[in-house]
Structure formats: C-alpha cells, structure tokens
C-alpha cells in the first residue's frame, strides 16, 4: 500500500500521450479535471493523514478517440513554504506544523497567540469547483485556489471570508441549471454566534460588474441555521438539494472550538479536536428555497456520520434524501498513513460498513396525526417518520445497500427522481477495489473490478441527446499496484457497465479523490493552449449545467 499512500508521486508537466484499447464514444471530447494528494513527505517530515498530502491536480484530456494525460502541484502558498523551507510548515487535517523552531521564546509565544485563531492551509485537495467560467481547487477552510483548467497552473488564492463570513465551506457545492454555486460553510462565534450559512454564488455577472474575481464578489448569503452549540458545531463533507428544498444535516460528528484555539499550543492536530458523541441525535435541517427560511418543525434522526449527500428529491408531499451513513467516525481513522502503510489488512477494517440509505421528512406534517404514526404514506420507500409527543419528528431509514462510497450521479437527476447511483465499492476496508452502478429500483447492482487495480470515484457523462438517466458513459481513474500494469482512465457503457476502453499512461498517477469534466474543451497537445477556442464553454460536474 506504500505505492498508493506513502510514496510522492512525481508530477507529469508536460502532456504524455496514452496507449488507448477499446473504442473511445467520438461524442466524448472534454477534459478530466480532477485532485488529489500526491505528497506526504517533505524534506525529512512525514504527514500523518493522507488527507494532509498536498494536492496534486491531473486531467485526462480526450479529443477523437486519444487521451492525453498531465499532472501538477498545486503551486498553493502551502506548497510554496514547504517546498522552500524543505520541510512541512504549514498545519494540515492531521498534522500540527510548527514553522519556526529557531526563533526565541518571544517570538515562540507570539507565535501561539497568532495561531489561537489559525489561520487554515490553502492545501485544496479535495475538489474542483466551477464559478461562471472560472475554475477553483478547493478544500474544507476558508481558501479555494483558482486553476487553469488546461495547463493546470495556479492562479489567484481567494479567502471566502471576503465574501461572506464562513470559516469553513464545503468542498461539494452544488450547482443549478443556470450553473449558479450553492454551497454552504460554517462561521464560528462571528458576533457571539456559530452558525451555517449557506451562500450563492452565481455563475453570470452583469458587464459592467466584471472586475476582480468575478462570480464571488457577488456572492450573496441565502439562508443561516443557527449551531446547536457556539463552541462544538458540527463537522460535514456536503449537504442535499432538492427543486425547492436543501438539506443539511447537523451531526453528532463535532468540532471543539476551544480544543481547536489550543491545539497549536498542545501540539495536537486539527482532527483530534473532531469526536464522535455517539450519545447524541442527528439533527435534520430542511430550508425551503422559495422562502429561504428553514422548516420549523424539528426532523431528527440516531447518530450517524454523513459524508457524501448522494442525491434528495421530493415525493408525495414528501422530502427524500439518500445518504452513504457510517455508525461511527472511524473513516477518518483508517487513513492515518500508519494504518495505511503497514499491516493493510489488519489495521485498516472500518468499524461500520458505509451504507446507503434513504430517509424520508414529511414536507406537511399533520398537527392532529397520532403520536407515535408514521407520517410517510409513500409505497416506494419503507422510511418511516414517527411523531412524537413534543411535535418533534423521529425519521428512521430504509437501508439500501452496503459497502459503497464516492457516489455520483447523472447530475442532470440531482435534485430529481433518479435511478442509478455510481460509487466506488468499499466494504471492511477503505480503499475501493471496484467500481459500481446501484439500481435503486430493482436493488440490484453491476459492477466493475480487476486484481491490484484501486479505482477512484466514478463519474457519469451523459451521451449528447441522452433519453435514458444511465445514457452515458462512466470515467474512473484506475492505479495498479502490479508492476506490469500502468495506471489508466477506464471507460465503462454506464447501462452495461462494459468496458469500452481503457487509456493507459506511462505516468506516476496518484489515487485521487474528487473532480469534474468539462464537456468540449481541449487543450492543444503540444502548444498547451486551448484548443477550438472552446475553453471551458460549458460544463458538467459529474455533469449537468450548461452554462
Ligand atoms: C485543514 C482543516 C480541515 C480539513 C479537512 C479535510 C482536508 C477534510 C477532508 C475530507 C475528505 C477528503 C473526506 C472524504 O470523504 C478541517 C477539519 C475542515 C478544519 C480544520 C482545518
Ligand atoms: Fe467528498
């Protein structure tokens, strides 16, 4: 597993060609964008987290049935101070960095008071976040980092914090039709208060308005959930949206803000100051959009953690959501890289197994209903939501499926009825050994997989004209552990889930975590310039709004 986890992976600036077999769709023309860690180790320091490493950007880039391949750092200022000072400086997820060891006991405690409200990394790994016609690398804090989607160079660091108070925002935006950013970030005692705060960004700004970075100088505040608790606000990796609904779930998975205001002093990571209250509920929030006002009525469910929304749609007066749930946080345990690196099998077993499941919130809740009645009258789904004495609302889930992780779906369905959920299969163990497709229909599944092969999140591009939510193609970035076998982009029929080709590069290519495809665009191979003056027209994010 040290190929995977513990090695840095060597950048592949200039693109490499790949040995295509199968048959590429010649409807498929875009580029791959995706990120990752690709860099654990700098100089003699170690990260502990693999969420720690720093981000490496790679693109698939296809164009006529070819595919060629490039990587790169994110020139973040994280990466900047590491890589000068040759040795990690800046504090990551689970690693507490210390940036000047030589300095006198004045300056040392001058140091730790700056850091009490510390200032986070612009490390972006996660993800990529489209804005109007802008491109970001993001993260979990405060910054994102704008990229050039075609030679992969970073741009400009942008703080959100400029443009609305969060301290911390997802790195699972979503986006409508128009290509309008929905997104939502937490702000921490700002004014005596904790709160969530969900902001738009959108994706077209009037002429005359167009100066600096665009889109997010007009970001705007569209709704706030006060936190249970000032000081323990919850930890999320995403949230829902339906056409008229957002979902957004306060789980028992917690931050401790004063732990975190000392943590710099004690020498602890940001994540030992996340824990689990498995004596705690979930708390479900539903914002009506029209309105911008959350539901009154209080929707709660057991303790669980959440950190990919799959998809949520309204039924029958009813508001659907579909969750990959664990019983406990010991996800984020298992990529400690010492667990990862040694002994894989033993060390890494999650304790509960990621499950689908659905959950089901009456949207109109009948004041005289019987305590103790269930409240969802749907005959697609046996989730349940039973009144209680205090008009609170207890909602139990219909279990889907077990072992998947990494979902995606026709983005055109997000917030619809939908069908077909793409994922990566994990069951005991974190790391994904297959690729597959969910039929939450008939319950059944097809699935993608080959030995040493580890492949990444699955993402579905739709065939132009598309009638059917499974018309489409699926593309996963696949690394080998086998010596003799390159890494390569597969190609799978998303209906059959056959394969239709695979492009393998002779490349160091690292497991990645997240990204998008951008319908269209390509760059020229050799000159590395957008090619067809087609940069960046229109995009899909696993994929839908054409902008
Ligand atoms: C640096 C930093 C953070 C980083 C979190 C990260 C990097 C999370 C990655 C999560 C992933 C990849 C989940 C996949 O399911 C926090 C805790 C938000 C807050 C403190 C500073
Ligand atoms: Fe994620």
């Known amino acids: 597993m040290d190929i995977i986890f513990g090695r840095n992976k060597k950048e592949q600036l200039e693109p490499v060609r790949a ?23 700098v100089g003699e320091t170690k990260y502990n987290h693999w969420f720690d490493g720093l981000a490496l ?28 000072a040759n040795r990690i400086v800046v504090s990551e997820f689970g690693t ?75 790195s699972h935006p979503h986006y409508d039709a128009a290509g309008n950013v929905l997104n939502i970030g937490t702000s921490i005692v700002d004014k005596g208060k904790t709160k969530y705060v969900i902001f738009k960004i959108p994706a077209t700004v009037p002429e005359d308005r167009k100066k600096g970075p665009r889109p997010l100088k007009h970001t705007e505040v569209f709704c706030s959930i006060a936190s249970c608790s000032l000081l323990s606000p919850s930890y999320y990796h995403s949230f829902g949206v339906t056409e008229n609904y957002i979902v957004f779930l306060e789980q028992p998975f917690r931050m401790d803000i004063l732990k975190m205001a000392t943590a710099y002093i004690r020498g602890v990571s940001w994540a030992s100051c996340l824990a689990f209250h498995r004596e705690d509920k979930t708390y479900i929030h539903v914002i009506d959009q029209r309105t911008r006002e959350p539901v ?47 002994d894989f099998e ?70 619809k009825p939908y069908r077909y959920v793409y994922a990566a299969e994990v069951q005991w163990n974190p790391i994904p050994t297959k690729v597959i497709k969910y039929d939450l229909l008939t319950k059944s599944s097809l699935s ?32 080998s552990t086998d010596p003799q076998k390159l890494p390569f982009l597969l190609v799978l029929d998303a209906k059959t889930f056959t394969e239709l080709a695979r492009a ?30 087609e940069q960046g027209r229109s995009v899909d994010h696993g994929v839908a709004p054409r902008t």
């Open 296 to 342: 009154l009525t209080k929707f709660y469910t057991d303790p669980m953690v959440v950190f990919h929304h799959v998809n949520a749609y309204e039924e029958g007066g009813c508001l659907l959501f579909d969750v990959i749930a664990y019983e406990d946080s010991s996800l984020y345990e298992l990529f400690y890289l010492a667990h990862l690196n040694k």
């Open 57 to 84: 950007l790679h693109s698939f880039m296809i164009r006529d049935g070819e595919v060629y391949y490039r990587s790169k750092y994110l020139r973040s200022d994280t990466y900047n101070a590491n890589i000068e």
């Open 448 to 479: 993608w997989g080959e030995a040493h092969c580890w492949p990444a999140e699955p993402l579905f591009v739709p065939t132009p004209g598309a009638q059917d939510e499974d018309d489409g193609i699926i593309l996963s970035a696949i690394i």
């Open 96 to 170: 507490m960095a210390y940036p000047d060891p030589c300095k006198n006991i004045f300056s040392k405690a001058f140091s730790y008071l700056s850091h009490t409200i510390p200032d986070f990394t612009d490390n972006c790994l996660i993800n990529i976040m489209k804005c109007g016609e802008d491109f970001y690398a993001t993260t979990e804090t405060n910054y994102i980092r704008k990229i050039n989607p075609l030679t992969l160079e970073t741009l400009e660091k942008v703080d959100y914090r400029k443009y609305v108070a969060v301290n911390l925002a997802t």
């Open 504 to 533: 393998s590069v002779d490349a160091d290519m690292h497991l990645d975590l997240h990204g998008l495809f951008i319908p269209g665009a390509s760059w020229d191979a050799g000159k590395q310039t957008p090619a067809r003056g």
């Open 346 to 415: 033993e060390n890494s077993r999650l304790t509960s197994v990621p499950t689908l499941k659905r959950f089901a919130v009456p949207l109109h809740v009948d004041k005289n209903a019987d305590v103790g009645s269930n409240l969802i009258k749907l005959v697609s789904t046996t989730a349940r939501a039973l009144k209680e004495k205090d008009d609170r609302i207890y909602c139990q889930p219909e279990l889907l499926c077990e072992g998947l992780e990494l979902p995606r779906i026709n983005y055109a369905h997000n917030g």
């Open 19 to 41: 040995r295509v077999t199968g048959k590429i769709p010649s409807w498929l023309q875009g580029i791959l964008l995706r990120n990752g860690p690709g860099m654990h180790t």
